[in-house]
């Protein structure tokens, strides 16, 4: 009975490991069979992802130049004539005409406008029958005095009363010429106040004109370029842009320079006169772009210059660019300290010579050595 009961207990161990043999085998197959795979297809990869580094890519190349750039500073600024005059009548009176319209050139002597004249000379033809009768009594006073047939007094009473004739006549010719305003330089009609047939009163605004011959630029320095402007105003080359009159620029000079600082952005008021011919397209008020660079030649050196697109900014510290090698058709990445853009290009103070090529286009696909072909040569 023992016996029977241990040929059981065999068998039924036996089983359970085989079982457990037959649940384990497929895995280690199928692993065997899926690393046999893997070694079989990762030559193949690699000899891909080779070919794809063997490619070569396609960039655009430029050659970098060397020349002088002036280094200097941009400011902001206004046109604004030479002076600007309000003008006004200095008499009242109803205006019979007004002569001119803003924005009209205009010359000097030129008339702009007229009050009704009627009752000025009215007061002139008054004042002139008053110094002619005054005249005569004085002549008359005199001749008598000469004789020594009427008395002293009454010849200085004579002569007090003509005196004030005279000058009542000269007031009232005065005030009839007042009635006119006349231009008293060239300039452009900025503006009219009034209208024709209104009635003004002394000293009220008239017209407003300025003076255009010769237009000045009006700028703010801060005080670090203030200082060296004042002291020394040969030492800037100075030329103004105006973005209203594309194509035309104008060399400056010094005119007046406030010493009143602002307060809020510590700057000083700096005037220039434009110098030479005026373009006719420039009027008060446009807006100015001011080119001050310094006028010494050791300010001014060799920079080499490349295309703003050629600068290499991605995921690196410091910005680089691409350098071309034509004998070997590989690129090397080069690192750059970069200064002002001018225009479409950008300054290159250190890591170039000015002679090199650099690609311009297509740099985000390159690596160290890599060969490519290129366009743009």
Known sequence: MKQSWKRIASVTVIAAAALLVLSVFPALRTDVRAQTTTDATKPAAETSEGAEHDRKVTVEVTRATSR?????RTVA????????????????????RLEVDPGDKISEGDLIAELDPVDFELAVDR??????????????????????????????????????????LREAERRLSQTQIIAPFDAIVARTFIEEYV???????VARLQDVSEMRIMISLPEELAAVARSAPDAFDLVASFPAVPGYTAPLMLRSFATDADRTAQTYDVEFAIRGDVDSRLLPGMTARVRLSNAAAE??????MVPVSAIDTSS????????????????????????????NEIVVLEGLQGDELVVSGGWWRLRDNQTVTVAGL
Not at 81 to 96: C, Y
Not at 199 to 205: G, I
């Open 199 to 205: 009635n003004v009163t002394s000293a009220a605004p």
């Open 77 to 96: 600024g206004r046109v604004a004539p030479a002076r600007t005059v309000d003008i006004a009548f200095q008499v009242s009176g109803q205006v019979l």
């Open 68 to 72: 002088t750039v002036t280094r200097g």
């Open 127 to 168: 004042a002139r029958a008053a110094f002619d009768l005054a005249k005569s009594e004085f002549e008359r006073a005199k001749s008598l005095a000469e004789r020594g047939v009427a008395a002293e007094a009454r010849f200085e009473t004579a002569s007090a009363e003509y005196a004030q004739a005279e000058v009542t």
């Open 316 to 343: 690196r510290t410091e910005p680089s660019v691409w350098i071309y090698d034509e004998e070997s058709g590989q690129v090397t990445r080069r690192t750059v300290r970069l200064g002002l853009p001018v225009d």
């Open 299 to 304: 300010a001014s050196a060799q920079s080499a």
